[in-house]
Structures are given as C-alpha cells and as structure tokens.
C-alpha cells in the first residue's frame, strides 16, 4: 500500500467482544462512523481506544439497536483525528451528532467543530 492510500477497518460489532482491548488487532486511536444496515453513518467520532469507545457506546446510546458496522480509520495524531472527524462529520451529515446541528451556520458557513467541543 502505498503512503497516500487512505486505509479503514470494517468491524462488525459482534467482532468488538472478541477484540482485546489492551492488544487490538489495529491502531487504538482514530476516527470511526457507527453505520445502520443502509450504510448511512448514525454517529461520527474519534477516539484514542476504539475498543473501550465502541463498548461506551454500546451500554449508553438508545440509537445502539441501529448499529450494524463500524469504519474505523487509524490516525495517532490528534490534531488530524480532529481534522479528519470535522470533515467526515460535515460530509456524511450523521444523525446522531449533535455538533454537527451547531458546526453549520444558517448562511451556510461553518463553525469549527473544536472550538465548539470546549464548550462543553
């Protein structure tokens, strides 16, 4: 593969259980879409441990039951995994990402996504 491809994990969830949160079979830290059985992204995120993320997830988001798979892009810096979120979040229009409802003004213009995020 060369430096320029753009690589991601295709994980089902049951495939999580299995996974060893302390040795996962890929990079902990990146970028994941939650996706339902259509292919459209329910939720956008980045994490530094994908495994210990996904099982956050699993026990507290009503929207869970929807989940059918999981694309994981490894990326261990954090200023990219920032990057990377803000635009897959803007591209794929999750349902479930609240930041996305307050990344876009009503003129169309956008609102960084990590100046909203201190906010919090």
Request: some cysteine; hydrophobic content about 35%; aromatic content about 12%.
């Amino acid at each position: 593969m060369a430096d320029n491809e753009f690589r991601f994990w295709e994980v089902e969830p049951s495939d999580f259980e299995k996974i060893d949160i302390q040795n996962p079979p890929f990079p902990p830290s990146g970028v994941y879409a939650f996706r339902d059985k259509h292919g459209k992204a329910l939720y956008v995120g980045e994490t530094k441990n994908i495994v210990r993320r996904y099982r956050q997830h699993r026990s507290g988001k009503k929207w869970w039951k929807d989940v059918t798979t999981c694309h994981f892009y490894p990326c261990p810096d954090p200023e990219d995994r920032l990057k990377l979120e803000t635009v897959m979040i803007l591209r794929m229009r999750p349902r479930h990402n609240r930041a996305i409802r307050l990344g876009l003004r009503k003129d169309g213009s956008v609102v960084q996504l990590a100046w909203l995020r201190s906010m919090k």
